[in-house]
């Protein structure tokens, strides 16, 4: 794993949890780091961290996003790295989503990743460099109250394996890294949004909404001496996330996909992925008997282990 220090990465979202933790990380190893926000309170916190060079851009504001990339072209460093990081995420019922929340979601948590890739891409392909989008395991589930956020995340990860199959002939390797519940600001950034879409539930829905109201009043700290599970879900450190950008951006051989997170969490992910596959060969015209699966799925870990 090489990472010289003059190669130049662009970190979204760098004004607090996984963005500030990543732009810190890379800093301390002497890379300039464009580190994004939306707040000029953030960009001067941001200036104040050695190789550091904050950039005012919301990912929703194409013309903040030209910008920026005008403003690194003019540099003279180069762009070696780009991490999408820049996210929202609120809770809530389908039905009490309106059209401008849900189309503001997606302007972020996709629509976001697009822009800043397709500006910076030139010189990403120049210096046949790595792009590494921030997503999250709920990329790969389906859980109700999670439903727009959990959508921008699926399309996320469609939008990465696309973009890998398209760049990887120019020498640009795409990767996603999907996080479980990390230590971040982001809980208490939703939850006004997110109380806000419960309290509007109408019936049949309003009961089963204020019960959820009601657990959040009554929840109480996660308790790291009990097994993790849904009811007590312990968030890891955002270190974590940082080992697996760093081996996706400087890994002679990047992985595609980094699953990260807690032992309960990955086990999740990986039952809710066998249970969908058994749904797609449930299929009476075209099936795999069990010996057959479990054929394919040998011939694919052989095929992993070279």
Known sequence: MTHPSTQAIIVTGASSGIGRHLTIRLAERGHPVYATARKET?????????NVIPLLVDVRNAEQVKAASEKVSQ??????????????????????????????IFNVNVFGPHRMTNAFLQLLTE???????????????????YGPYIMTKHALEAYTAILHDELE????????VQPGGIISDIGGNMMAGTIAH????????????????????????????????????????????????????????PK???????????NRVIHALIAKLLDENDNPKHNYSRDELIELLDQHLAKRMG
């Open 169 to 176: 002939p120019y020498g640009v390797h795409v990767s996603v």
């Open 256 to 266: 595609m996909r980094y699953l990260v997170g807690t032992r309960w969490e990955g």
């Open 127 to 145: 210096s046949k460099g790595r792009i590494v989008n921030i997503g999250s395991q709920g990329g790969m589930l389906a859980s109700k109250y």
């Open 42 to 50: 953030d960009m001067e916190s941001l200036s104040k961290i050695e």
């Open 198 to 253: 419960f309290k509007r539930a109408q019936p049949p829905f309003k009961e089963e909404a204020d019960m959820v109201l009601q657990s959040f009043a009554e929840e109480s700290e996660p308790n790291p001496n009990e097994p993790k599970s849904a009811t007590n879900r312990i968030p890891s450190s955002p270190e974590i996330v940082w080992e697996a950008v760093q081996d996706a951006l400087f890994a002679d051989k």
């Open 75 to 104: 540099s003279g460093h180069g762009l070696y790295g780009l991490v999408n990081n820049a996210g929202v995420g609120e809770l809530g019922m389908l039905s009490t989503w309106t059209d401008e929340e849900m189309l503001n």
